[in-house]
């Protein structure tokens, strides 16, 4: 038996969308549920697949279906396909599972030809009407069928405009429509070679196959591949009886939302336009009219719409939006889905929806798109602004920020502090930056990633940032920027938008973000639902108070190393690192200890009653000193001054000493454990300082829990060494203060043979955190800039990766260890606490893997706090049947 491949709408239902496509499913089940819908059938998903897979060609028998589903829709509309008199006209249109506005191919008004246009125009006592229907039939299959440029049949209709002396397509009259409609016959013979298809079953094959083609057009396929909609599931195709709403005053058409899309109160929400088509109301040519005046024009109408559109809401059990044609006093449903809303009106209405009970509290929690909180953080452009974009790059961290552009992180700290806005534009940003960066409104680099540097640091701080911004030519000497030819020189204004990558000259409006009670709900409920806890990664007390002000239930990640960074402190830890022998360096640190006291000291205090991670020195050493190359030059420079000074040698022994700690791949070289291992001194200051911090504040009467986190292991006894050498400083601060401290100790899993060995290092280990950002570089053999900047691109084009593995986990090779480090980690150790801290924290999906493998925390920015709680309770919602 042959495949079915055609569904009348009657024969389908919501259910099937994997088969009819989202469209085709929701005209088939309105239709069941009796709303005026016009006939018509759908044409399968796997139809398409079917011509794919059959070398661009109609599968078979398909054709035997679709003539009696047009007979049905035939007798249903009492008109006839292809008839001289009363002809039966058809729309041909995609429709995925998945929608794709406007990505693929659309054509209205099928089945005209010369003789049935005259039936068109008696039936309807309407030439113009009529005329005009077939010109935009032929223009729309000769642009989407027959691929003649859309703008050949534009100069032609242009010329008519012209000729008559009226400026707007509808001033057209009957007669020039025809000469219209002449041109646009010539222009198609001459650009093909064929006269225009006469013959109406022609015209609707050909249609068909141009639908299937358009599956694989260059739009559709970016489309996909943003939305990470999967290539394999073909579109299908919707044939269906036309109505028209231009027929006269007792005509229109419109759109409406069941609820109002930009800030979800519950109230209808849309425009029509009597005697009119929908493509009038898109182009603006006459300015529609408020839903509401329908009341006015037509209180039947009006009162028939206002009961479908609640009894769509009702069944759909979500905010619909709705298309209609009214024909001749009759009213049309032609479409109905779930609609596009803001993350404001999103989160209003699924708390709404739960309140009336017509969802449940795991259903509203499901509703929202953790992604779309974010718009709800940050300062974001104002929508009804005009911009003049420069250059768009890598959408690296959410919000949007304008300022005075410049190219030196100190200048930026300068000008920060003195009042002045600035974005900090680089090539790409290091460690040394920090500074900079916490001083900008934003950052733009030219290089980078999502997960490079200046993205990382970018929304750790919640600050806006683009990277990767190849259309940056940044001059240093000169302090400029040029983008297309144009040279913007430093204090030079321009804005970015994180959320989309854009460059923008100038200063743009800003919105602040406005979090609403519905928002606390909504996470308030989702905190009832979640089993995964969700912590922060903050450095600063600041920042550890912004995120438990978001929710966060303790700090899984403070990395001192950008405490380091303060410039007031580089002088003593380039003392440190520079010394000789032991004794000058414990000299130094005896200086950078009651500084990283104080460090400790406020973030814990700002954390008190919850958990705080602190990651024991992670970078290299060479990090924290000046850069070879600007040694070299100021070298060089101060020999051409011909000075013998004291400046020259000591910048001398500076680059030796660089020279000397500078490795060929730093990211595996002599850092993490490995500076504790080789200068236990260093890690035993810092240890000193957070037990000196953590017996302050227990006296004081605050409640802390510190943990002391040693990063990059790889065996147990380097765990089971650091870990000694920290309950010793624990041991002598309690003595010397006379308190007690309960603290953990653990290790950060960031390398295959932690996870591999994982059952050896727990039994020293309290506490896991897989520190995915490196776990993936180690496990895939990535460097991450190197990757995102050059060639994973094309992986990603080639669908050898699916998805990029530093945005969201790689779950069959890192999650693979993962899970396994998971499982030998709690055998050994049955009270072991397991969490991540990498940038994977904040990422939904990578959420949802967390949750299944048993993890207990995940921590992020603390931005992405309340993202984090929202993916971790949607992860429990949809996983219910799934045990740890």
């Avoid at 041109?183 to 299937?212: C, D, H, N, W």
């Avoid at 000299?587 to 406020?602: I, N, R, S, T, V």
């Amino acid at each position: 038996m042959s495949k079915k491949f055609v569904y009348i709408f009657r024969e389908g239902q919501a259910s099937m969308k994997d088969l009819l496509g989202g469209k085709g499913a929701n005209l088939a089940e309105m239709t069941n549920i009796g709303l005026p819908v016009p006939p018509g059938f759908t044409i399968t998903t796997e139809a398409c697949n079917d011509y794919y897979a059959n070398n661009r060609n109609f599968p078979a028998g398909l054709w035997d279906q679709i003539s009696p589903a047009l007979a049905d829709v035939e007798q249903a509309t009492n008109k006839k396909f292809g008839d001289k008199e009363n002809p039966l006209l058809v729309s041909v249109r995609s429709g995925a599972k998945f929608s794709m506005p406007g990505m693929m191919d659309t054509i209205l008004n099928l089945g005209l030809n010369d003789e049935t246009v005259q039936g068109l125009a008696e039936s309807t006592q309407n030439d113009r009407f009529a005329y005009d229907s077939y010109r935009r039939f032929i223009q729309m299959f000769g642009d989407v069928v027959l691929e003649v440029d859309h703008h050949h049949f534009e100069s032609i209709l242009e010329d008519a405009k012209t000729k008559q002396g009226v400026t707007y397509d509808s001033e057209l009259t009957a007669e020039s429509l025809k000469w219209v409609v002449e041109g646009y016959k010539k222009l198609i013979e001459r650009r093909t070679g064929s006269p225009f298809p006469q013959e109406p079953m022609k015209q609707l094959e050909q249609a068909i196959l141009a639908v299937f083609r358009s599956w694989n057009n260059d739009r559709a396929i970016v489309y996909r591949k943003i939305n990470d909609i999967p290539d394999n599931i073909g579109t299908a195709v919707n044939v269906q009886s036309m109505v028209f709403g231009n027929m006269g005053t007792d005509s229109g058409t419109g759109v409406a939302f069941t609820r109002n899309p930009s800030t979800g109160e519950k109230a209808l929400y849309g425009e029509y336009l009597m005697n009119a088509q929908g493509e009038d109301v898109v182009a603006g040519i006459r300015t529609p009219q408020p839903i509401k005046s329908l009341e006015d024009e037509n209180k039947e109408i009006y009162a028939q719409f206002i009961e479908i559109a609640n009894r769509l809401e009702d069944h759909y059990r979500d905010m619909q939006d709705i298309e209609f044609t009214i024909e001749r006093g009759r009213l049309y449903i032609l479409q109905t889905r779930n609609g596009k809303r803001t993350a404001p009106a999103a989160i209003r209405v699924a708390v709404e929806l739960c309140h009336e009970g017509v969802i449940s509290k795991d259903e509203s929690i499901i509703r929202i798109e953790p992604g779309q909180l974010g718009q709800l953080l940050h300062r974001r452009m104002d929508t009804e602004a005009k911009l003049e974009v420069l250059a768009k790059g890598l959408p690296a961290s959410p919000g949007a920020a304008s300022g005075k552009i410049v190219f030196d992180a100190d200048e930026a700290e300068r000008l920060g502090h003195s009042g002045e806005k600035v974005l900090l534009v680089r090539t790409e940003t290091t460690p040394d930056d920090i500074h900079g960066i916490l001083a900008a409104q934003g950052i733009l680099t030219s290089r980078g990633g999502m997960t490079s540097h200046a993205a990382v640091v970018a929304r750790h701080m919640g600050k806006p940032a683009v990277c990767g911004c190849e259309a940056l030519k940044i001059d240093y000497t000169e302090n400029t920027v040029t983008i297309d030819g144009v040279v913007y020189p430093e204090g030079t204004l321009l804005s970015i938008d994180g959320a989309t990558g854009r460059v923008i000259k100038g200063a743009v409006p800003m919105i602040d973000p406005e979090l609403s009670e519905e928002f606390k709900q909504l996470l308030e409920w989702a905190d009832e639902i979640r089993a995964l806890k969700v912590l922060a990664n903050a450095d600063n007390p600041r920042d550890a108070q912004k995120a438990r002000d978001f929710g966060a239930q303790g700090i899984g990640l403070c990395r001192t190393e950008h405490m380091f960074m303060d410039p007031a402190r580089i002088p003593i830890v380039q003392e440190m690192i520079l010394a000789q022998n032991l004794l000058e360096r414990e000299a130094a640190l005896q200086k950078l200890l009651p500084m990283q006291e104080e460090d400790f000291y406020g973030i814990l205090k700002a954390m008190q009653g919850l958990s705080v991670t602190i990651r024991l020195l992670d970078p290299p050493l060479h990090e924290f000193l000046p850069n070879v190359e600007e040694l070299v030059v100021e070298i060089t420079k101060l020999k051409m001054s011909g000075k013998d000074s004291e400046e020259l040698k000591d910048k001398e022994a500076l680059l030796r000493k660089v020279r000397a700690l500078s490795e060929m791949n730093p990211m595996l070289g002599h850092r993490g454990c490995r500076l504790g291992v080789t200068f236990p001194e260093i890690y035993a200051m810092q240890a000193r300082a957070i037990f000196q911090a953590a017996a302050r504040l227990i006296k004081e009467g605050y409640e802390i829990h510190p943990e002391v986190m040693i990063p990059l292991v790889i065996h147990v006894k380097e765990l089971a060494m650091l870990r000694k050498l920290t309950e010793d400083a624990a041991a002598a601060v309690m003595e010397e203060q006379g308190v007690s401290i309960t603290y953990k100790v653990g290790t950060m899993i960031e390398v295959p043979r932690a996870a591999l060995t994982a059952d050896e290092i727990a039994t020293t280990a309290d506490f896991f955190s897989f520190g995915t950002n490196d776990l993936t570089q180690t496990t895939l053999g990535f460097s991450r800039d190197d990757a995102e900047g050059k060639f994973l691109p094309a992986y990603l084009e080639h669908d050898i990766l699916e998805q990029n593995p530093f945005a969201v986990l790689d779950r069959n090779g890192v999650g693979k260890l993962m899970k396994m480090g998971v499982q030998l980690g709690r055998a050994a150790n049955p009270d072991l606490k397991v969490g991540i801290c990498g940038e994977h924290g904040g990422d939904p999906s990578s959420i949802e893997f967390c949750h299944l493998i048993g993890l207990d925390y995940v921590s992020c920015s603390p931005f992405r706090v309340p993202i984090a709680r929202l993916a971790a309770a949607q992860a429990a919602v949809n996983n219910k049947d799934q045990s740890k």
